[in-house]
Structure formats: structure tokens, C-alpha cells
């Protein structure tokens, strides 16, 4: 490691064609404050199993689904994996980073999520509803999702394979998101308007909301890095999870006050700085064990 300043890769697709959000403008900014604190290279997620090891640690940010790359993000994690790199997030992650199987574990262990099914035989289990959402299990930003009307009943049951997620489809008064850095609580944003999913205002997090985030968040059990609790306020009132990313969540920054743009940044590089630094310390405890 540098004994000066950490050297980060940072994994971006800055031309990826995100619908509603500008993936590149937002790691242009994130980079351009970063900089200021480690020396830092952007990479495409294609490139960064080859480049990896010349870093102190690797940030995954905007880098895209991986479904459209499955088979080159799988060796990028067998290596890192395997050599011990420092990835940030770390690749522990229990939730969208592994699929979408948390959902149907958290559903069936009675937590607030949108009740979740993946087998016919299984679909006694979600409530009646006009329409349902089926969506595959391997999917992310919305690829593959198809909404079907009731009387579709039988076709669910023929799609009900196991690789698919079928939920019934909420008819939610709004959606909001929840931003963590490590386990402390960043900023919350919501979606006014249903049909306008990214025009994303800010939001201001009851104790009650931000008890439901963090329930998430613990059960996750990440040490370090970004992740976003995604929710939607169900006709009841009830918060109930629709998505835990933990992998490369897009932050929206452009929504948020200059002053709050400003704290997450530098939430960020501390939580960065405390991360490489943990792994500097654990290499030297390593080293005063090996006899000279």
C-alpha cells in the first residue's frame, strides 16, 4: 500500500443508458471530490479484474446491471474473492448483490416486504390482487419485469418456475428510498408522483420510517459501504421493502441540497478512509507475525 495516499479503482459505466438518471454525471461529481483524498482511476467493469491488484481497494459504483455481463462479474468476484481485495462494497452483502432469493426469504420470515412467491405452488400466498408483477429473480433496473392482469392466473402458475419473482402489485400512495453510509443514515428521497418514479424530491424520515430502514440495514450486516433501502407506502400506510441494493446504488445527488450533497461526501470519504486504512492495519499486524 501507498505510504502516502490510497490508491482507489473506481468501477463506473459513465455511458450506460440508465432510463430517468445520469449514471456518468454522477460519478464525474463523486470522482472530482474523491480525488481530493486518494489517488483514483476510473475503470469500465469490464477492465477491473485486470486492473484490480494494483489498488489499495476497488469502489463499485455505477457500473451497471451485471445480468449483462454475468460471467465476466462472476470471475471479478472469484478473484477478489479469492486474493483478498478490498471491494467496497464489500462482497458480502446478502441482498441484491447475491439476487433476488432475499425477498422470498424476508417475505416467508415475515418481515415488511411486498409478499413474494416464486413457485405455483406457492401463489395461495400473496394476497388477491387486480394485477401482479412477475420479474426474474436474476434481474435488476427493471429488465424482464412484465405486470399481468388477475385472469391471468394461469399463466403466473406456468411462469412460476423458480426463476421468477411474482409479488401481487401495490397500488402505493409513493415511493422512497433510504441512504446509508456504513450504518449511519444519509439523506431519504421520495417520488411525489407514482407515475414519475425519478423525479425524486427530498424527504423528511420519521423515527418510525427510519426504524423500518435500519431493520434492513442490521440484517444486512455490512461493515462498511453504501446501500439504499427502497420502499413504498402501501394504501394502509404501512412502509413495506421493495429493494435492499447493496451493490452499486445510484444515489440521485442531483436531487438533494447543495449542503446535503456536501455531508454525503464527506460521510463517503471518511467511511472510505476508515475502510482502506482497516485493511493497512490488518496487513501490518499480518507482517509483525512473519519472521524476518
Known amino acids: 500500500m501507498s505510504a502516502a495516499r490510497p490508491r482507489v479503482l473506481y468501477v463506473t459505466d459513465l455511458a450506460y443508458p440508465a432510463r430517468g438518471r445520469r449514471y456518468g454525471d454522477e460519478d464525474v461529481f463523486l470522482t472530482s471530490r474523491l480525488r481530493e483524498h486518494f489517488d483514483l482511476a476510473l475503470c469500465h467493469p469490464l477492465d477491473a479484474t485486470a486492473l484490480m491488484d494494483a489498488y489499495d481497494a476497488v469502489v463499485i459504483r455505477n457500473s451497471g446491471p451485471v445480468l449483462g455481463y454475468q460471467k465476466e462479474y462472476d470471475a ?67 429488465l424482464g419485469l412484465r405486470i399481468l392482469p388477475a385472469d391471468g392466473l394461469a399463466k403466473l402458475a406456468g411462469l412460476a418456475d423458480g426463476t421468477v419473482l411474482i409479488q401481487p402489485c401495490v397500488d402505493f400512495a409513493y415511493e422512497v428510498s433510504f441512504y446509508f453510509v456504513d450504518d449511519d443514515f444519509q439523506y431519504a428521497l421520495y417520488a411525489p408522483d407514482p407515475e414519475r418514479r425519478w423525479e425524486l424530491r427530498p424527504y423528511a424520515a420519521t423515527a418510525a420510517d427510519l426504524e423500518f430502514a435500519r431493520h434492513f440495514i442490521d440484517w444486512n450486516g455490512l461493515d462498511h459501504g453504501i446501500q439504499r433501502v427502497d420502499a413504498c407506502r402501501a394504501p394502509d400506510g404501512e412502509l413495506l421493502l421493495v429493494e435492499l441494493e447493496d451493490l452499486n446504488p445510484y444515489l440521485s445527488l442531483d436531487a438533494l441540497p447543495e449542503e446535503a450533497r456536501d455531508a ?21 499486524a499480518r507482517e509483525t507475525l512473519i519472521p524476518a
Open 76 to 142: 471479478f468476484r472469484a478473484r477478489a474473492l479469492g486474493s483478498g481485495a478490498r471491494v467496497y462494497n464489500p462482497l458480502s452483502g446478502k441482498a441484491d448483490m447475491a439476487g433476488k432469493q432475499y425477498l422470498l426469504d424476508l417475505s416467508a420470515a415475515g418481515f415488511p416486504v411486498i409478499p413474494t412467491v416464486d413457485r405455483a405452488e406457492h401463489l395461495h400466498q400473496l394476497p388477491a390482487a387486480e394485477r401482479y408483477v412477475v420479474k426474474p429473480k436474476a434481474g435488476a433496473d427493471s
Open 264 to 284: 454525503f461526501v464527506t460521510a463517503l470519504t471518511a467511511s472510505l478512509s476508515r475502510f482502506v486504512h482497516a485493511a493497512q492495519g490488518t496487513q501490518e
